[in-house]
């Protein structure tokens, strides 16, 4: 399927000229980049030029040139003659460093941006398969030394990662909030009920991060209670400030016994999904209506009027909808008792929810991904690159109060209200 912007819409006089444009742009950069890493030294010569042995000879001098290296770059690959440095006396004559590259490092075949590119594009969706040929689309045909085994060697290098991140000190860290959820990959795990346990937190400076990845059952109090024991362990002595998830996860019974301070709030995109689902669905966008309006008024006096309005429509007809949104009405209204600004963040787990719906769709492309490890890595990793786009919470300068147990009505600091009411 071709694109407006593809070369193969080009003529033979543009293809000509482009060919030209990309190579005059790496002839500059060559000659650039040449330049660069000779002055790097003639530099650092000239630095010890006063540093002489015994004999009265340099200690540094610079003698001829190595042999040539290829450094694939965004505009194709790029050779150079990096300069020969002679300073074998330098380090055994005085404590001083030898000669090292900062422009070009010693083994480097790869300009950063190219190494970046290469787990970006995996992770969006390309298969190691498939890797060469797009690498070739965007840097050239002469894209050598990126190949599926590179990916291969990177992903093996990822599961290192993710074993040092899942064991991190995590004692420095203190969480306003916390989001809770069990993601389905869609890959054949060890069990067959088994998923990904998830959780994210906002930090005291509203910054939010992925704070647990482990595998487990979404439903299963043990699963959660050896994952917040783990987070216990590992330093994190303080509970979140609140907690928001799916009522049906075993999340709540543990940490109920771990962090038992941790106010609990259920998220209201399930809790409609479920009410919803006991209903027909003539009436669902009518039922729908009634609950946003419930999660959406500016006062937990009002959301409970609309909550009897509810019942009151439902219950002689439809017990069942009524019945699942009862059983947790101590815990769908409680982030009113949190700041205003950040009830958009805390009603819903839509931290969880949005990051991990484009993960799953990476994931499904990738069903063969392997072992129980390999999955956990891949989501890992899925969740650090979503991780970078991630905002700060609105309002994150009210957040000192939240983890200072200011009191707070319907979104509102309590003096606020006196001062208000006065």
């Known amino acids: 399927m071709s694109k407006s912007n593809s070369n193969s819409d080009l003529s033979p006089v543009q293809e000509s000229i482009w060919s030209t444009l990309e190579e005059i742009c790496r002839k500059g950069a060559q000659k650039m980049l040449q330049v660069a890493i000779e002055q790097e030294v003639a530099d650092f010569v000239e630095k010890h030029t006063h540093l002489v042995d015994a004999d009265g000879h340099r200690l540094v001098v610079k003698n001829g040139y190595k042999p040539e290296r290829e450094i694939i770059t965004g505009i194709g690959p790029i050779a150079v003659n990096p300069p020969r440095v002679d300073d074998r006396k330098l380090a055994s004559e005085t404590d001083r460093p030898r000669f090292t590259s ?69 004692s420095q860290k203190e969480y ?3 989001w809770a959820d069990g993601v389905y990959s869609g890959i054949r795990m060890e069990d ?26 979404r439903e299963s109090k043990i699963s959660w209670h050896n994952l917040l024991l783990d987070l216990k362990k590992r330093g994190l002595r303080k509970g979140a400030k609140l907690a928001t998830g799916d009522g049906a996860l075993g999340f709540w019974a543990a940490l109920r016994e771990v962090y038992p301070e941790t106010q609990e709030q259920r998220c209201w995109v399930h809790k409609t999904a479920n009410i919803l689902d006991k209903l027909p669905k003539s009436i669902q966008a009518n039922a729908k209506s009634l609950i946003h309006e419930m999660y959406m008024a500016e006062t937990k006096e009002n959301a409970l009027a609309t909550y009897t309005q509810f019942i009151t429509v439902y219950a002689e007809k439809y017990p069942k909808a009524v019945v699942c949104l009862e059983k947790d009405k101590d815990r769908l209204f409680t982030f009113y008792d949190f700041p205003g600004i950040h009830w958009i963040h805390i009603r ?16 499904n492309k990738a069903k063969n991904c392997g072992n129980r490890l390999t999955t956990l890595t891949m989501f890992y990793k899925l969740g650090m690159e979503s991780e970078k786009q991630w905002h700060k919470l609105k309002g994150h300068n009210i957040i000192p109060f939240v983890l200072a147990d200011y009191k707070f009505i319907n979104g509102v600091k309590q003096e606020e209200v006196v001062e208000n009411a006065g």
């Open 192 to 217: 067959d009920k088994a998923c990904i346990l998830v959780i994210i937190a906002a930090d005291s400076k509203g910054n939010k991060e992925l704070l647990a990845i482990e595998d487990g059952l």
């Open 348 to 363: 819903t787990t839509n931290p969880i929810e949005s990051t991990f719906a484009t993960i799953r769709q990476r994931m």
């Open 176 to 178: 306003v909030y916390i």
């Open 102 to 170: 900062e422009i070009l490092p010693r083994y480097m075949r790869r300009v950063p941006s190219i190494d970046n590119l290469i787990p970006v594009l995996y992770l969006k969706g390309i298969s190691t398969g498939e890797f060469p040929d797009a690498l070739k689309s965007i840097i050239g045909v002469n894209a050598s030394g990126v190949s599926p085994a590179t990916v291969t060697r990177l992903k093996a290098a990822w599961e290192d990662e993710y074993k040092e991140w899942a064991k991190r000190d995590l």
